[in-house]
């Protein structure tokens, strides 16, 4: 019973996915679960087991949601795709963490105590997003007692904790090609001259700071070449799943209700599938505005960084968003700035 709830909730999972509006969050959906069910096919820990079934199912639910033109559950597949969360986000920041092989790290501030050693320093481009973006610092006010200094081992952790702290939060910009793309399904044409391609603003090439990561499941649906997972044009069902055996067994006290003897399959005369999935105009209307909320956490740099420019101290960078952001649309009919 249970491998038939697994294969039915994967491949439930897979066909949800499939029918989702936007492509690279399709190939998303697609990667993330095949390599998540085959990473605990052979998993023998029945808690864990159950934790992943029941965030498989969670998952499953979202992608329904979202289907059915939930709002929410758009917005928070689009950005789990396009690297505001989760793994790819993490991809997009490994880049800007990696020092060249001349950087010379801090030294620890107890001699041979490597634990003591506070965190590097950041390059250019994360410490714009970090003060412009996040409005932040980049070096925390530590706490000066009054009797006696801080011991340096607290000191180096109170460093660290602000550090990650800040790594966590900061948004990242995507690739060139990928915000230029974003921007054009969002409502932009390539002669406008605020399009982000006309600018020079934006995430670095993939070439310049992403090359040999085309094949990475967590990052290839965000390549400009992936090949990408289609639409699919089947008709889906919309049964319950079956029973799982890590089910908890109903409570003797639990109020019954007219809805546990519904036919999951029974369709309301008056319900249209026009009401319930985003169609025609009416979808391309609601996936622009999607794509706008989701280049509102989208930060631009100029110039373009590269692995070469990034820890040159002399570049200066600027942080910008887009200009076909609900925020900004006054903006659209006016002329570039001269410093961009």
């Known amino acids: 019973m249970t491998d038939y709830y697994v294969r039915t909730l994967y491949r439930r999972i897979l066909c949800e996915g499939s029918a989702f509006f936007d492509d690279r969050t399709r190939t998303f959906i697609y990667n993330r679960t095949r390599t998540t069910f085959r990473e605990y096919k052979d998993c023998t820990d029945e808690k864990r087991i159950k934790n992943k079934l029941r965030e498989a199912k969670k998952f499953l639910y979202r992608i329904e949601r979202a289907n059915q033109g939930h709002t929410k559950s758009c917005l928070k597949l689009l950005q789990a795709a396009y690297g505001q969360r989760g793994k790819t986000r993490h991809r997009l920041l490994q880049p800007y963490t990696i020092a060249p092989s001349d950087h010379e790290d801090p030294k620890p501030l107890i001699p041979h105590v490597s634990r003591t050693a506070p965190p590097p320093k950041l390059c250019g481009p994360l410490t714009t997003l970090i003060v412009s973006v996040l409005k932040k610092k980049v070096e925390p006010e530590l706490p000066s007692p009054e009797y006696k200094p801080l011991h340096p081992t607290r000191k180096a952790n109170l460093l660290w904790r602000w ?114 999935d985003i169609k025609g105009e009416k979808q391309s209307r609601k996936a622009r505005r999607l794509y706008r909320r989701l280049l509102e956490k989208v930060p631009l740099l100029s110039p373009l960084p590269t692995a070469s420019t990034m820890w040159d101290p002399k570049i200066k960078f600027k942080t910008f968003y887009s200009c076909w952001i609900p925020e900004s649309v006054i903006r659209i009919k006016e002329e570039p700035e001269n410093d961009k």
């Open 163 to 276: 550090r990650s702290n800040l790594l966590e939060r900061v948004l990242l910009p995507l690739p060139f090609e990928i915000v230029c793309e974003l921007e054009r399904r969002a409502g932009a044409y390539e002669s406008h001259p605020r399009y982000a391609g006309n600018l020079q603003i934006g995430g670095p090439l993939w070439n310049d700071l992403y090359s040999g990561q085309e094949n990475h499941s967590d990052f290839v649906h965000l390549y400009p070449l992936a090949t990408l997972v289609p639409k699919t044009k089947v008709a889906r069902t919309h049964q319950s799943l079956p029973t799982s055996s890590f089910s908890a067994e109903p409570s003797p006290y639990a109020t019954l209700s007219m809805i546990q003897f519904v036919n999951p399959d029974f369709k309301p005369l008056d319900e249209k599938e026009e009401e319930r």
